[in-house]
């Protein structure tokens, strides 16, 4: 997608705001492209600038993150926040949700048991219900009584003497795959079943992007980059750069750089957010790390396959294994070790100088510009050979395109942190710090508090969650721009499908 010119877009809601401040976002990933959403549903005039071709083209999102099953080291705190954040999420992105649940399995070398996640599932499935009762909408992850269930072994060999559901409905045929195809002599008992669903990257941008260009209090700059910033008597001096041609009818195409006034700033630049912080005067305490998942093809499945995840401790060689399936038989893979998914020396910390975490060239090279092709087709080889120790077939699956991969920041020094929002720096300043894409709305929110306390707009008067044009996209609409961005950014086109199941 090219920068938007706002002349072209459609009527706006009523603003919210009292003398109609201009809110500047810098960052147009899922963190800044969703608060945008969210004010500009308002009525409030947003000016979105991404220095990318697109929004929402950043780490690989891949699952919900409800409840925060996937992380044993995380506190139940923690997890009841990420299950409250993912269903206001999922409320808002509905249909770049794939409607799938969530096998955890615990492999014999692990020193944990699935035994000793049922205490912590059972508080989630009775937060989940009290959720249900303050809101009958909040029921977006399944009847709460079949929030989890466990199989035993012999359950599981049963299941395996089924054949593979045309349209699974029930956890008993979803994990009829699983039943069939991974090595039970791997694995401690029981497995857990979760509602726990997939996200599509693409489909979150989809749906972003064609909501934000139906409002014309919203003005989107892609192949934009800040390249200096300053405290005005007002707000914010910003001084852009336009790394592409825009539409020859905005003024901005006459001149690749300009100077954009706001009232109010935040700061959305995810990894790069301490770069953000430079220009601001803000010094800041994070880390940022790159991950990269793989993108597989298994021609032997024609199954509709349960995400899967092998737990493991994270680092060794043993870290957990995250199957993720898409239609067509492309399935994504995590795989949490040093020669998969992390990297040596790619977490890394703020130092003395700046508020931005150095990462080393090579990541940096991968970001901005192609993989190698060699180490994307062995790291890939790798997460396959991987995921064959549970899963023996999947071996014969192939490098199905380029990996998917990013850097994410993690505020303050505890890599583990998975909850986080939004902090408040000097005049008119918000940065978000999401680690997961579940904390958007919350991040939005706070926002919305912080513009209100500066009395910079009136207290909205709509209800919690406000997206009356989102709404009113349609799923044609959504599935014809998901894969066009795929095909753009040189992915099958399956990872932007829905699961042809739902």
């Keep these: 997608m090219t920068s938007v010119c706002l002349s072209k877009l459609p009527a706006s809601p009523t603003s919210a705001s009292k003398d109609a401040p201009t809110i500047g976002i810098i960052g147009g990933g899922i963190a800044g492209a969703s608060i945008a959403l969210r004010l500009s549903e308002l009525g409030i ?54 409607y799938r649940p969530t096998v955890i399995a615990v492999p014999i070398h692990d020193q944990g048991t699935a035994a000793n996640l049922l205490g912590r599932l059972n508080t989630l499935q009775q937060q989940y219900q009290a959720l249900i009762a303050q809101d009958p909408q909040n029921q977006v992850l399944g ?42 002599n791997q694995l401690k008992f029981p497995v857990i079943m979760v509602q726990e669903y997939g996200l599509s990257v693409f489909r979150l941008a989809a749906t972003a992007s064609l909501a934000l260009e139906k409002m014309n209090n919203c003005k989107i700059l892609t192949n934009t980059k800040v390249i200096a910033i300053e405290q005005s008597q007002q707000g914010w001096q910003l001084t852009v750069n336009n790394t592409a041609p825009t ?39 994070r880390m940022v790390e790159f991950k990269a998942a793989y993108v597989t093809h298994w021609a032997k499945t024609d199954a509709f396959w349960p995400e899967v995840i092998f737990y493991g401790e994270r680092g060794t060689p043993n870290g957990m294994a ?67 120790n549970f899963i023996p077939e999947f071996a014969s699956a192939t490098m199905g395109s380029k990996p998917l991969f990013g850097a994410q920041q993690i505020p303050g020094i505890d890599a583990d942190l998975r909850t986080a929002d939004v902090t408040f720096g000097q005049f008119r300043y918000a940065r978000c710090e999401i680690v997961k894409a579940s904390s958007v709305l919350t991040s939005a929110d706070a926002i919305i508090n912080h513009l209100v306390g500066l009395n910079l707009i009136e207290q909205p008067s709509q209800s919690r969650h406000y997206f009356p044009n989102t709404q009113t996209l349609s799923e044609q609409q959504i599935s014809i721009r998901a894969r066009e961005l795929a095909k753009q950014r040189n992915y099958p086109e399956a990872l932007a499908k829905r699961n042809s199941a739902n």
């Design 247 to 285: 539409p020859q009818d905005c003024a901005s195409s006459q001149n690749p750089q300009q100077t954009i006034a706001v009232d109010y700033l935040i700061n959305a630049c995810g990894f790069k957010t301490g770069s953000i912080d430079d220009l601001v005067g803000e010094r800041r305490q």
């Design 322 to 388: 995250q199957l993720t399936p898409y239609p067509d038989g492309y399935f994504q893979i995590h795989g949490m070790t040093q020669d998969i998914t992390l990297f040596d020396q790619g977490l890394v910390a703020t130092g003395s100088d700046s508020a931005q975490p150095q990462l080393a060239s090579r990541f940096i090279n991968k970001i901005t510009q192609q993989w190698p092709i060699d180490v994307a087709r062995t790291r890939t080889e790798k997460s396959i050979r991987y995921m064959a």
């Design 143 to 184: 009847a709460p009584e079949q929030y989890y269930q466990i199989f035993t072994r012999p359950q599981l060999e049963e299941l395996a003497q089924q054949s593979n559901p045309v349209s699974p409905k029930s956890m008993a045929q979803w994990i009829i795959p699983f039943a069939k195809q991974a090595d039970l």
């Design 45 to 98: 005039k947003v000016t979105l600038i991404e220095q990318g071709p697109s929004l929402v083209n950043g780490p690989p999102i891949c699952h919900l993150h409800a409840g925060g099953n996937l992380y044993r080291e995380i506190s139940d705190q923690q997890c009841i926040t990420l299950l409250k954040q993912s269903i206001d999420v999922l409320r808002l992105y509905d249909k770049a949700v794939d």
